[in-house]
Antibody, heavy 120, light 108 residues
Framework: QLQLQESGPGLMKPSETLSLTCTVSGDSIRSRSYYWGWIRQPPGKGLEWIGYIYYSGSTYYNPSLKSRVTISVDTSKNQFSLRLNSVTAADTAVYYC????????????WGQGTLVTVSS | EIVLTQSPGTLSLSPGERATLSCRASQSVSTTYLAWYQQQPGQAPRLLIF???RRATGIPDRFSGSGSGTDFTLTISRLEPEDFAVYYCQQYGGSRLTFGGGTKVEIK
């Protein structure tokens, strides 16, 4: 059974760098059939795609966040990570990691999500 | 960027009724790349439909998807108590991915 689990700090200060890790179990992150992605959801609002990565390291980012986002993969640990620079209160959200179907580009398995709050 | 507009914002229905949710795109979307998700309060979204009309594993057949071009529809034929939730459409095109703003299906 595939499981994804986000981990990282829940509270941050403005201007800091957000770092989250997603640990994948039940599937290899080296699978050629999937990307591995991040999505966020501000409290009470809709979903926003952040980006996704292929096991080879190829990345695809939301243009609106591209200047501040880095997604990386560690195949030895079966993990992938998100870094978001210079956070503000507008980055407060539940952050989800998810598996992305390579061919049809949809999210078929999701982590439970982790709330990141940016506050001074 | 393709903008997805979902309507209505809220749909108030009774169990057993039919729900019809709309997702309209600002530009044409390939039917290959249109998906629907259900989100219950406090939970992660769950994939319902991909490729416009293909049900994900374990999704009951009361859920169906249709559409083409700029107009897509999610239909729930007979609402069960567990179907009251928020629904999102999602598209992929030109290396960009966007979600609609969501439709809340609430108990009338």
């Amino acid at each position: 059974q595939l499981q994804l689990q986000e981990s990282g700090p829940g509270l941050m200060k403005p201007s800091e760098t957000l770092s989250l890790t997603c640990t994948v179990s039940g599937d290899s992150i080296r699978s050629r059939s999937y990307y591995w992605g991040w999505i966020r959801q501000p409290p009470g609002k809709g979903l926003e795609w952040i980006g996704y990565i292929y096991y080879s390291g190829s990345t695809y980012y939301n243009p609106s966040l591209k200047s501040r986002v880095t997604i990386s993969v560690d195949t030895s640990k079966n993990q992938f990570s998100l870094r978001l620079n210079s956070v503000t209160a507008a980055d407060t959200a539940v952050y989800y990691c998810a598996r992305v179907n390579y061919g049809l580009v949809y999210f078929d398995y999701w982590g439970q999500g982790t709330l990141v709050t940016v506050s001074s | 960027e393709i903008v997805l507009t979902q309507s209505p914002g809220t749909l108030s229905l009774s169990p057993g009724e039919r729900a019809t949710l709309s997702c309209r795109a600002s530009q044409s979307v390939s039917t290959t790349y249109l998906a629907w998700y259900q989100q219950q309060p406090g939970q992660a979204p769950r994939l319902l439909i991909f490729g416009t009309s293909r049900r994900a594993t374990g999704i009951p057949d009361r859920f169906s998807g249709s559409g083409s071009g700029t107009d897509f529809t999610l239909t729930i034929s007979r609402l069960e108590p567990e179907d009251f939730a928020v629904y999102y459409c999602q598209q992929y095109g030109g290396s960009r991915l966007t979600f609609g703003g969501g439709t809340k299906v609430e108990i009338k």
